[in-house]
């Protein structure tokens, strides 16, 4: 049972945009917490952007002002505005989600999508 599917991830030039979505069950949906987490080659799985229950958003201190996240309730996704791009956001982008309180870190979130590439050029 497929719960998140990420989409939107792609090939950009530094300083262009990307726009993420992470489309997920009316269950998961409803957890407390939903994230964004990112991954490079070689290096830990890093948390980017948080979005609680209540609307309330924590983001990751090289993404900050650069990267909005949001949830659009009509249509059960979590998405990930990137501005800005930089060669060293190129990642792997994985939707998480958790029914712990204020989660933040990766050992908190439960439920994980499959993830997105996103590679930025020079």
């Known amino acids: 049972q497929v719960q998140l599917v990420e989409s939107g991830g792609g090939s950009v030039q530094a300083g262009g945009s990307l726009r993420l979505s992470c489309a997920a069950s009316?269950?998961?949906?409803?957890?407390?917490?939903m994230a964004w987490f990112r991954q490079a080659p070689g290096k830990e799985r890093e948390g980017v952007a948080f979005i609680d229950s209540d609307g309330g958003t924590t983001y990751g201190a090289s993404v900050r002002g650069r990267f909005t996240i949001s949830k659009d309730v009509a249509k059960n996704t979590v998405d990930l505005q990137m501005n800005n791009l930089k060669p060293e956001d190129t990642a792997m982008y994985y939707c998480?989600?958790?029914?712990?309180?204020?989660?933040?870190?990766?050992?908190?979130?439960?439920?994980w999508g499959q993830g997105t590439q996103v590679t930025v050029s020079s």
């Open positions: 009316v269950l998961t949906y409803s957890s407390n917490c």
């Open positions: 998480a989600a958790s029914y712990r309180f204020h989660p933040r870190s990766e050992l908190d979130f439960d439920i």
